[in-house]
C-alpha cells in the first residue's frame, strides 16, 4: 500500500526565514510520481511540482525548492525567503505510474509565515 | 493548461436536502473523474473514481446511495449527496484525467456546510 508520511502537523516562522518541509513516502511501485500541492484558506489546490521516481535531480523553482533523496525515500520542500503570503497548508502527494489510481494525499503541513 | 471547473463553490442548506455538486472539465476530455472529500484540518480523502459511462467505483467506507456520482459525459461528473446531515458537511473537491497516463487537474472544491 501507499503512504505518504508529513511530520511536520504546524510550523511557524518569521518572514524572510528558510522553511522546509519533510515528506516520506512509502511505495512498493519501481515507477512512481511524487507531488507538492499549496492549499491556501480558500481552498483550491495549487500544483507545485510533479516528479517521477526516476528522475532524482533536485529542482528550484523560484524560492522554491526540492530535494528528492530516494535513498531516504524522501522529497522535501524548501521555501527560501518565506512571506506572508506563503501560508497556506502543503500537501505531499504519491501516485503510481497510472497517477489517477492509488493517488495518495500526505496529512499535510500548515505553514504560518508571521510578518 | 487543463482546466476543471467546479459548481457551486459553496453551498449552505437545512439538513435532508440533497444537493448536486458538478465538475466540468473545461479544455479537455476527461475519461476518469475522481470525487475527494476534505474534512476540516484533515487531508483529502478519495471517496470514488468514475470512468465516463461506467459505474462508479467507491472506496471503502463510502456509501454509493449516499453519494451518488454521474459521469454522463466526457466533461461533466456530477456528485450528489442525498439527504444531506451535517456530518456530511465538508469541502469536496473533483478532479479530471484523460488519459491513463496523464495527471490530474482539480477543481477549485465546494465546500458543503448542512444545518
Known amino acids: 500500500a501507499q503512504k505518504v508520511t508529513q511530520a511536520q502537523t504546524e510550523i511557524s516562522v518569521v518572514e524572510k526565514e528558510d522553511v522546509t518541509l519533510d515528506c516520506v513516502y512509502e511505495t512498493r511501485d519501481t515507477t512512481y510520481y511524487l507531488f507538492w500541492y499549496k492549499q491556501p484558506p480558500s481552498g483550491e489546490l495549487v500544483f507545485l511540482i510533479r516528479?517521477?521516481?526516476?528522475?532524482?535531480q533536485n529542482e528550484i523553482s523560484g524560492r522554491y525548492s526540492w530535494n528528492f533523496q530516494k535513498s531516504t525515500s524522501s522529497f522535501n520542500f524548501t521555501i527560501t525567503a518565506s512571506q506572508v503570503v506563503d501560508s497556506a497548508v502543503y500537501f505531499c502527494?504519491?501516485?503510481?505510474?497510472?497517477?489517477?489510481?492509488?493517488?495518495?494525499f500526505g496529512p499535510g503541513t500548515r505553514l504560518s509565515v508571521l510578518p | 493548461g487543463a482546466v476543471v471547473s467546479q459548481h457551486p463553490s459553496r453551498v449552505i442548506c437545512k439538513s435532508g436536502t440533497s444537493v448536486k455538486i458538478e465538475c466540468r472539465s473545461l479544455d479537455f476530455q476527461a475519461t476518469t473523474m475522481f470525487w475527494y472529500r476534505q474534512f476540516p484540518k484533515q487531508s483529502l480523502m478519495l471517496m470514488a473514481t468514475?470512468?465516463?459511462?461506467?459505474?462508479?467505483?467507491?472506496e471503502q467506507g463510502v456509501e454509493k446511495d449516499k453519494f451518488l456520482i454521474n459521469h454522463a459525459s466526457l466533461t461533466l461528473s456530477t456528485l450528489t449527496v442525498t439527504s444531506a446531515h451535517p456530518e456530511d458537511s465538508s469541502f469536496y473537491i473533483c478532479?479530471?484525467?484523460?488519459?491513463?497516463?496523464?495527471?490530474?487537474?482539480f477543481g477549485d472544491g465546494t465546500r458543503l456546510s448542512i444545518l
Open positions: 502527494a504519491l501516485s503510481d505510474r497510472n497517477y489517477g489510481q492509488n493517488f495518495v
Open positions: 468514475s470512468n465516463e459511462g461506467s459505474k462508479a467505483t467507491y
Open positions: 478532479s479530471a484525467r484523460s488519459l491513463v497516463d496523464q495527471p490530474q487537474h
Open positions: 516528479r517521477n521516481s526516476f528522475d532524482e
